[in-house]
């Protein structure tokens, strides 16, 4: 049995993407639904992440848009402290998502996006039947495992990837393996070092490691000065807290850690304590492996180690393709991900939209919200007066898009404002209002669900480009 949904805008995904969308549609009261396959929305925090987790960059730019932290949230905010957040977002904005919802399918037809939903309490067929749509699921849809001769034909131990693990209370006294030198990594292995476990860590390739008050410093510059002046600062203060690390197998890339992150997408790890835990050898770092036999592992260079455990901080990879037709909106490639560059990836073609694909961490997430949900506004403005009989002029019709892709939309009786209207020309200010009282009372689709009013904050501008760089955040972290 089907049941069939109609809805202007469907958003599929209720972590931090799917919120922030939501919440910048409803400040423009426009009808949205939110479908999550899990219980509980941000089920990647609440679920599946390690416990002493924290956010690797400073609060101000991990804040979702209109909801900035209170002021003595601490700078570096607790896995606990960011879900207590997410939820009062949720709250404040009118949140509701639909849980327990799989998404089967997704194509577009006839005009409209066809969105096929497993109600997995029910057991009911939902069909969705939408304007937009939205793919909130980001870039850490599922966890990756890389695939190595004996891992799963041979290997004795426990093996997991770094979204099963909590903390180190059950690996105490063993020898643990650990895969990835990201910040899930190192984070990790500090974690297994403190419980007492004995720890490699397999470092593949050159990685930047600064401290978060470093990579803090850096990105406060970057608003003013050029990236490779701000890279040789962030080296010189890495140098004098870290001293030389490749000695203990820690190589740094060649370029420096933000131009790095330009040109490559890798971003710098922030250590948390696992470096010094490195240099005074309680932490062993390790080259790639490369066949697995029973509890022993032969890494490249030929060495070899038993090990009883094996935790995989190798990163996510995204899952659209699993449930959506990509070539239609043009918008994913074969692998799940954008085919355009930043910042021209969160939109693709028939109404189909990204957020948290961006590889931008949090910040990315906040400005792929905010774009989405003003074309979106922007879109339905024009459809309604094309059906409209007015006839709204060029200026007026740009006054009237600025109503619902900005702060205007909240201040429209501002001095500003006044003045502008006794400015205008008395059949051209009347044709304008009447339109702006149209679009704002007639319904712009038959919602299953109803949508928030104004909110407190101001929505800011549009943002269309990165000032100097993408703030840090690696593919494997939050």
């Known amino acids: ?103 089967k ?54 093996y997991l990837h770094s979204s099963e693990y909590k903390n180190g209370e059950k690996f105490t006294g063993k020898d643990v393996l650990v895969v990835g030198c990201g910040n899930s990594g190192m984070e990790i292995a500090y974690d297994l070092s403190k419980c007492n476990a004995k720890v490699s860590i397999v470092v593949r390739s050159p990685v930047h490691v600064l401290t978060r008050w470093i990579v803090r410093i850096g990105m406060s510059l970057l608003r003013f000065f ?57 932490i062993l770092v390790v080259t790639s492996i490369k066949r697995i036999e029973g509890k022993r592992v032969e890494f490249v260079d030929g060495n070899t180690k038993n090990v009883d455990s094996i935790v ?35 939109k693709g073609n028939n109404g189909l939209y990204s957020v948290g694909f961006g590889r931008q961490g949090l910040a990315g997430i906040s400005r792929d919200a905010q774009n989405v949900a003003r074309d979106i506004a922007s879109l339905v403005c024009q459809r309604k007066l094309s059906e409209s009989h007015y006839s709204v002029s060029p200026r007026a019709f740009l006054r009237l898009e600025y109503l619902v892709s900005s702060s205007y939309h909240e201040s429209k009786f501002t001095k500003r404002h006044c003045y502008e209207r006794k400015r205008k020309k008395p059949a051209e200010s009347d044709k304008l209002a009447s339109a702006e009282s149209k679009i704002q009372e007639e319904h712009l689709s038959e919602a299953t669900t109803s949508t928030s009013s104004s909110m407190q904050t101001a929505a800011p501008p549009p943002i269309k480009l990165l000032e100097d760089v993408i703030p840090p955040q690696e593919q494997d972290s939050f």
């Open 226 to 282: 050029p990236v490779k002046l701000v890279d040789r600062l962030c080296l010189l203060l890495v140098e004098l807290r870290f001293g030389n690390t490749s000695r203990y197998g820690l190589v740094r890339p060649k370029n420096g850690p933000f131009m790095n992150k330009l040109i490559t997408g890798r971003s710098p790890t922030i250590d948390v304590g696992c470096v010094g835990e490195i240099k005074s050898g309680k």
């Open 1 to 103: 049995m089907e049941k069939e949904i109609k809805i202007l805008v469907l958003i599929i995904g209720a972590g931090p993407a799917g919120l922030a969308t939501s919440a910048c549609l409803n400040r423009l009261n426009i009808p949205n639904i939110v479908v999550e396959r899990d219980d509980c929305s941000a089920s990647l925090w609440k679920r599946r992440s390690y416990d002493r987790l924290k956010l690797h960059l400073a609060k101000q730019f991990c804040q979702l848009p209109h909801m900035p932290f209170p002021s003595n949230t601490p700078t570096f905010v607790s896995k606990l402290g960011f879900i207590n957040y997410l939820d009062e977002y949720a709250i404040r904005f009118n949140v509701i998502p639909r849980y327990n919802r799989n998404v």
């Open 312 to 346: 995989f901080a190798t990163g996510y990879k995204s899952s659209v393709t699993k449930w959506l037709k990509v070539d239609d909106g043009d918008l994913f490639n074969a692998n799940g991900m954008p085919k355009r560059e930043f910042p021209d990836h969160w």
């Open 105 to 158: 399918s997704a194509y577009f037809k006839d005009g409209q996006w066809i969105v096929k939903v497993v109600n997995k309490t029910t057991a009911l067929i939902e069909v969705y039947s939408a304007k937009y749509m939205v793919a909130a699921t980001g870039e850490n849809g599922e966890g990756v495992i890389p695939e190595i001769p004996g891992l799963v034909e041979s290997f004795q131990g426990e």
